[in-house]
Nanobody, 126 residues
């Protein structure tokens, strides 16, 4: 099972930016679809973005389109979620997840993912 480690969360003011990173602890990221999810206490976890394992296809939730950008650097074995123009409603615990050979066709379906990170807190507040 691939173990994932997220980093980059923190406190930011509305309108600010944060960059989240996701890296596997022992395996190469290259063959995995990476999804980012977020969860607010008392609510279901929701899909934020996805990047496919092969052709770089990306998907975004409507709520983050135009503000968030997902990318991957296979040479650095890292996936990144760049978050701009953050708003208080973006406050959540953010998780990355990995799906071997995934193409993002079912990216918001949590059972598709074999491994999850521990989550990183993002708080948007003035």
């Amino acid at each position: 099972q691939v173990q994932l480690v997220e980093s980059g969360g923190g406190l930011v003011q509305p309108g600010g930016s944060l960059t989240l990173s996701c890296a596997p602890s022992r395996w190469t990221l290259e063959y995995y679809q990476i999804g980012w999810f977020r969860q607010v206490p008392g609510k279901e976890r929701e899909g934020v973005s996805c990047i496919s394992s092969t052709d770089g296809n990306t998907r975004y939730a409507d709520s983050v389109k135009g503000r968030f950008t997902i990318s991957r650097d296979n040479a650095k074995n890292t996936a990144t979620l760049q978050m701009n123009d953050l708003a208080p409603e973006d406050t959540a615990v953010y998780y990355c997840a990995a799906d071997l050979w995934g193409d993002c066709s079912k990216w918001q379906q949590e059972p598709e993912y074999e491994s999850w990170g521990q989550g990183t807190q993002v708080t948007v507040s003035s």
